[in-house]
């Protein structure tokens, strides 16, 4: 069963709803019934507890990583707005460093690791909260057989909620990486950016950046969730039962890693207008893109892939690792439910 120790159930009488382990309704006209916590477990699955832990770990997992390749960032944003500047990765290294020094591969730092760590709170947070909400709506059957489209249905709403978090943040990225001389820190380009554009400045690419993250989003956690199951069916010689944790966090860092290569593709065009819009005052997205030219678009794919694919493996990684380091519950891969089986089998389908 998909959520293996979550039970989602009418409420017909009103006493029901002062029965122990019943979780505030995330569900209109049902109750999510959590667990008891198990021995070894630091909260219930589905608890307020549960999910406020999950938006933790994705602030230390999109925080931590989307700081640490700042200068890949730096870099291929740059490749994006002028590429007859910024000819390759290395050339686009290479020409930062004469003209800003080391230090000049650090700028944006700041946003980068507020914003993002905003977005991750939201993105895993809401996730998993969607995750259950969507379950409970669709009931234990339909939840197995149209599991990907649960995943792609609650990463989208997160990442919708998400990327409003990030937008003032990561204009202000954007504009000190790609604006020679507009600011060095985001204490300069944060009032640089309202007094010159006011609210507008922080929003105009939001739209953009729904385009550019939403399907990312939606492929890093459909693509994962898929793939790690895959991986303990095909791949992995023994249940994940039987895994030590240490082996279970292995298989996360490559479903992670498959899942961002394919990230990096279905998203870059979009980031590429993202990084063209908040280098050029006035623009629409529209214009950014025939500026650009389809060719143009996508620039930069290379770094983007590199820098996604490392990122998105290192976020699950992290993620997970965290969950592990805090006892948090980690249901297994989704099995059939056993109604379900019977069903299938009374038809001669299985």
């Known amino acids: 069963m998909l959520f293996s120790k979550v039970k989602c159930q009418e409420l017909q009488e009103p ?35 549960y999910f406020a832990l999950c938006g933790l770990g994705g602030i230390l997992s999109c925080g931590i990583t989307h700081t640490m390749v700042v200068p890949l960032d730096l870099v291929k944003c740059r490749i994006q707005v002028d590429p007859a500047k910024y000819k390759s990765i290395f050339n686009g290294f290479k020409v930062t460093v004469a003209e800003d020094g080391m230090k000049g591969l650090a700028k944006g730092w700041a946003p980068t690791f507020l914003g993002y760590s905003a977005q991750g709170l939201c993105k895993f947070g809401f996730y998993e909260v969607f995750k259950v909400v969507y379950s409970g709506m669709l009931g234990e059957e339909n939840s197995y057989v149209y599991r990907t489209s649960l995943y792609l249905a609650a990463s989208a709403t997160a990442e919708f909620i998400a990327d409003i978090a990030l937008s003032p943040l990561e204009s ?20 640089k950016i309202y007094s010159q554009e006011g609210m507008t400045g922080f929003y105009k690419s939001l739209v953009p950046l729904w385009m550019r993250q939403i399907p ?16 303990y069916k095909h791949v992995v010689p023994k ?31 979009a980031d590429t207008v993202v990084s063209k819009l908040n280098q050029e005052k006035g ?68």
């Open 15 to 49: 006493e029901k709803q002062q029965q122990p382990g019943l979780v505030k309704s995330l569900v209109s006209g049902r109750q999510i019934a959590a667990a008891a916590v198990n021995p070894g477990e630091s909260c219930e699955f589905a608890s307020m507890q």
């Open 172 to 191: 202000a990225k954007v504009k000190i990486q790609t604006t020679p001389g507009f600011a060095n820190t985001m204490r300069e380009a944060m009032p």
């Open 239 to 269: 249940p994940r039962a039987d895994c030590t944790k240490g082996e279970q966090l292995v298989v996360t860092f490559a479903a992670g890693y498959i899942a961002g290569v394919f990230c990096a593709i279905v998203s870059h065009p």
């Open 283 to 350: 623009l629409t997205a529209l214009e950014a893109a025939k500026r650009l030219g389809f060719a143009g678009m996508w620039k930069g794919l290379v770094a983007r892939i590199i820098m996604i694919g490392t990122l998105t493996a290192a976020q699950w990684f992290i993620y997970d690792a965290f969950k592990v380091a805090t006892s948090m519950p980690r249901p297994p891969p989704p099995e059939m439910p056993e109604s379900l089986k019977k069903k299938l089998q009374a038809e001669g389908k299985l």
């Open 216 to 231: 990312y989003t939606m492929m890093k956690f459909a693509c994962f969730e898929r793939t790690v199951e895959l991986l």
